[in-house]
């Protein structure tokens, strides 16, 4: 279990959680994923599943590269820091998912995904000030999420069961590419 709060200096626990990811996606039963030689109609299916696992590994990856890194209201680099939305924007970015800048504009353009479901790099909605989708974050499993917090924490490692986060939880969002949000359309 990853502690709550900022880490800092993570370059070990980054390799441990590469290792640990890298060993997960090789060591995925091959049942977890619907066989790829079914009728066309199943394997853009079994597509969409293998895409969206691999988005989602992207995206978790990606995100732990960024725990210690500076908060900066309206920052978007890890030069510079991040505010919440400017992380989930950069960190997906990364991922190959483009994605708008204002966590409201974020909800709105992703799946909502039920709480019951949620995967690491889903993204978790909070209403912080009175708004709906107001702070993002990056989930991790474990009931935890990485989010660009505030000056003193920066990007850091929080809980849900937290009383606060459990508390203004909005919702959850499933990150996909492009060309699985416009199959999602049709």
């Known amino acids: 279990m990853l502690p709550v709060g900022p880490i800092k200096g993570g370059g070990g626990l980054l390799l441990l959680l590469t290792l640990t990811l890298s060993g997960c996606a090789s060591m995925t039963p091959h049942s977890a994923y619907p066989p790829a030689n079914l009728s066309h109609g199943n394997a853009s299916s079994a597509y969409d599943s293998r895409a969206e696992a691999t988005t989602l590994d992207a995206v978790l990856v990606h995100t732990i590269a960024e725990i210690g890194k500076p908060y900066q209201w309206g920052g978007e680099s890890p ?17 190959g998912v483009t994605i708008p800048r204002t966590s409201f504009a974020q909800a709105e353009a992703l799946p909502a995904v039920s709480l019951n479901r949620i995967r690491p790099g889903d993204l978790v909605f909070f209403n912080t000030m009175g708004q709906p989708f107001s702070h993002v974050g990056i989930y991790i499993g474990g009931n935890q999420f990485v989010s660009a917090l505030n000056r003193q924490q920066g990007v850091a490692v929080q809980s849900l069961r937290t009383p606060y986060w459990a508390e203004r939880l909005d919702g959850v969002r499933r990150p996909m590419p492009t060309e699985l949000l416009a199959m999602r359309d049709d």
């Open 79 to 95: 030069r510079t820091g991040f505010d919440c939305s400017g992380l989930i924007q950069y960190v997906l970015g990364r991922a």
